[in-house]
């Protein structure tokens, strides 16, 4: 039997998905904007004062190029690296915590619940264990 694929369904838990694009697409937008002001200022400092001078002084347009676009390079690697950094953390946190109070359920201990913050991103899986948790505590009572 073949497996088929599913067709992309950007519908499923609407609010996370957006939260984590906003987060994404913002850093890409911060990043961009830094490297094209980087880029800004470094060409009319050297073209600007003087056209005649940077022509003579510049043999080809990668001489101008290349600074600015280290630049634009070190300030996206810079941001991609804080994102991959801190987005995670922001997920693996309640995960952490999601996991150990399972533990504890799974011992034996089933008046236990899951707590996280209203701001994590995983409120809404903990609020359903919590809730199927509660329903076989009440099958099993």
Known sequence: M????????LQ???RFQMWLLT???GTVLL???IAAIILYFYSSQEVGNSFYDAHIKIRKVSDLLIPVILAGTFVSLFSGTLLALFLPQKLAGPV???????KIIQAG???KEIKLREED???????????????LRSKIK
Not at 2 to 9: A, H, M, P, S, V
Not at 121 to 135: F, G, V
Request: a positive charge; aromatic letters at 8%; zero cysteines.
């Open 2 to 9: 073949q497996y088929k694929r599913k067709k992309l369904n």
């Open 12 to 14: 499923v838990k609407k």
């Open 23 to 25: 987060r994404i697409l």
């Open 31 to 33: 990043s961009s904007i």
């Open 96 to 102: 952490f915590r999601i996991e150990e109070d399972l």
């Open 109 to 111: 201990n089933i008046d």
């Open 121 to 135: 991103p995983l409120k809404e899986l903990a609020d359903t264990i919590n809730d199927t948790i509660s329903y």
